[in-house]
């Protein structure tokens, strides 16, 4: 999601291949060694695999709206972010999105978990409009679509929690062109299709 939606926003024309995790293609098993997706390759011998790294790649082509910040500083800081976010909270989020599968806890205990990065993006937007400044830059778009998974377990419990910043801050951007477009669906891709581009 990050991936897609900072590829937009830099308007780079990527060929777009939808496919299953659970049945990769031999073309997207011989692009990235970790079989993940998603994969951009860049040139025959460059390629990325980490939704992270394409989202500050694809910036770092074409930036109109500043989102990396004068020499990078929103950059840096949303690196410190996305440590947190990919880490502790991915992993308590996968528990509370699967506390069926986790039954040492309740379900509330798990989102007591995420509830302390949930604080923390609170915190900073009580400050100002979005994570790190008044206008959107990468670390909102870095760490968005995991606050989606965690709102879609419990949109409800979400609405009614006391992070109105966080609530607010999360309903602008789902109501953005950047998200609309990044969450299209596409067909899965075989060999014989025609391009599509994202």
Avoid at 131 to 155: H, M, N, S
Avoid at 159 to 183: C, G, I, K, M
Wanted: with cysteine; hydrophobic share 40%.
């Amino acid at each position: 999601m990050r991936a897609h939606m900072a590829l937009k926003y830099s308007g780079q024309k990527i060929i777009l291949r939808e496919v299953e995790l659970d049945n990769l293609p031999a073309e997207a098993l011989a692009v990235s060694e970790h079989a993940t997706v998603p994969s951009l390759v860049i040139s025959e011998d460059k390629f990325l695999d980490e939704s992270w790294d394409i989202a500050k790649w694809a910036i770092q082509q074409h930036d109109p709206d500043n989102w990396a910040g004068k020499n990078n500083e929103y950059l840096q800081e949303a690196e410190m972010l996305v440590e947190t976010n990919d880490y502790s909270f991915q992993e308590d989020l996968g528990h509370y999105q699967h506390a069926e599968d986790h039954p040492q806890h309740p379900v509330e205990y798990y989102r007591q978990r995420c509830e302390e990065f949930l604080e923390e993006l609170n915190g900073m937007l009580e400050q100002q409009n979005f994570l790190l400044a008044d206008t959107v830059t990468i670390a909102d778009i870095a760490v968005f679509p995991f606050i989606r998974e965690f709102v879609r377990v419990d949109q409800h419990w979400f609405e009614e929690s006391p992070y109105q910043a966080l609530q607010r801050w999360f309903f602008y951007l789902l109501d953005t062109q950047w998200y609309a477009e990044a969450s299209r669906k596409y067909d899965i891709w075989e060999s014989a299709s025609d391009d599509v581009y994202l």
